[in-house]
Every structure is written in structure tokens, then in C-alpha cells.
């Protein structure tokens, strides 16, 4: 998984926006608020992010970071 959709249920309002704009179909209701459903299938898009007004949700990139040196040694073999 290289992101990681958190919302925060103090802060979401269960407005259902985020859902709207998801086109991975990540987020769910549940008890009247947003959640990740199928976290696996965020694309990191930020389209949640963008939409929600409370500022509830955040994804998280957790895909591998690679220093210079490496990036620079896999430009030279590819």
C-alpha cells in the first residue's frame, strides 16, 4: 500500500463530500461518519483531502523514499 488514508472522526462532520470525490472508492459511512473501507485502493490522489472543509482527512505516502545517490545509480542502469 503506498498510501494511507486516515480520517479523523472528532473533526469529520459526516458531510459525505469525500465520498463524492473518491473515484477509488476508499471511503465509507460508518455511525454517521467518513472511514477508510478499502484503504488499499487509494491511488493518493488527495481528491478527499481537497474536499473535506474540517480538515478530517489526511493520506499519508508511504511509499519507499530513495536518496539521490540511489535515484542517480538507477538512471544510469535503465
Do not use: W, Y
Request: charged content about 30%; some cysteine; hydrophobic content about 35%.
Amino acid at each position: 500500500m503506498a498510501f494511507h488514508p486516515r480520517v479523523d472522526p472528532k473533526k469529520c462532520n459526516g458531510c459525505e463530500e469525500c465520498l463524492e470525490v473518491c473515484t477509488a472508492g476508499v471511503l465509507a459511512m460508518q455511525d454517521g461518519k467518513a472511514r477508510p473501507a478499502d484503504a488499499e485502493a487509494c491511488v493518493g490522489c488527495g481528491s478527499c483531502v481537497q474536499s473535506c472543509k474540517e480538515e478530517a482527512i489526511i493520506v499519508a505516502d508511504t511509499r519507499v523514499k530513495l536518496s539521490e545517490q540511489c535515484r542517480s545509480l538507477l538512471r544510469d542502469i535503465l
